[in-house]
């Protein structure tokens, strides 16, 4: 157990429709990293949350947004679903130090139909 | 583009052997690097993590790391059929951010 929890665990949604996954950090963690992970491929950096404020994107569009909330737990929105989308969503909390190692969450699996 | 590259397998070694992954990386200012293990449908999990030159051992598991060959490589001694899964390497790219190569999926028969 990695003390980082992730919801809803799975997902349906279909084309052009929103969703919202949410993240609860490590206890102590300021750091918030989101990766989406398609079907056998590594998991891919889509952007992170350091005290509330993006940190550093990956080439993901802007339909893709975040929030990290006071008490540094973390939201991934995507607008506009599309059928590409479908993938394991993970969320990794750490202090934000370089070096520091990320803990993962379960994912949320998303499917988009 | 920051890249790490892996060889996707699947690799396939007898219980009792040595496994063998290897990573190479395309950043050449990185300093940071992880091995993580993800079983299928579930999430990564760290194994080991080196930053400096040279091996790294924690228990049956031995990361090496080689800055100016630009590669790192995890060795599993003992392999046991609970060790079959894919193993990620990833590379810190910018202050705790992470790239990840595709993955190696390992496979340890009886």
């Known amino acids: 157990e990695t003390g980082v929890t992730q919801s809803p665990t799975h997902l349906i949604k279909t084309r052009g429709q929103q969703v919202t996954l949410r993240c609860s950090s490590q206890s102590g963690h300021n750091t918030v990293s989101w990766y989406q992970q398609a079907l056998g491929q590594g998991p891919q950096f889509i952007f992170q949350?350091?005290?509330?404020?993006?940190?550093g994107r990956g080439n993901f569009p802007p339909r893709f947004s975040g929030l990290q909330f006071p008490n540094y737990s973390s939201e991934l929105n995507v607008n506009a679903l599309e059928l590409d989308d479908s993938a394991l969503y993970l969320c990794?909390?750490?202090?934000?130090?370089?070096?520091?190692?990320?803990?993962f969450g379960a994912g949320t699996r998303l499917s988009v139909l | 583009q920051k890249e790490v590259e892996q060889n996707s397998g699947p690799l396939s070694v007898p219980e009792g052997a040595i496994a063998s992954l290897n990573c190479t990386y395309s950043d050449r200012g990185s300093q940071s690097f992880f091995w993580y293990r993800q079983y299928s449908g579930k999430s990564p999990e760290l194994i080991m993590s080196?930053?400096?030159?040279g091996d790294k051992e924690d228990g049956r598991f031995t990361a090496q790391l080689n800055k100016a060959s630009q590669y790192v490589s995890l060795l599993i001694r003992d392999s046991q059929p609970s060790d079959s899964a894919t193993y990620l390497c990833a590379v810190e790219s910018d202050t705790d951010k992470l790239i990840f190569g595709t993955g190696t999926r390992l496979q340890v028969f009886p």
């Open positions: 080196i930053y400096s030159n």
């Open positions: 949350y350091y005290r509330e404020e993006e940190n």
């Open positions: 990794a909390s750490s202090f934000g130090r370089p070096g520091d190692i990320q803990y």
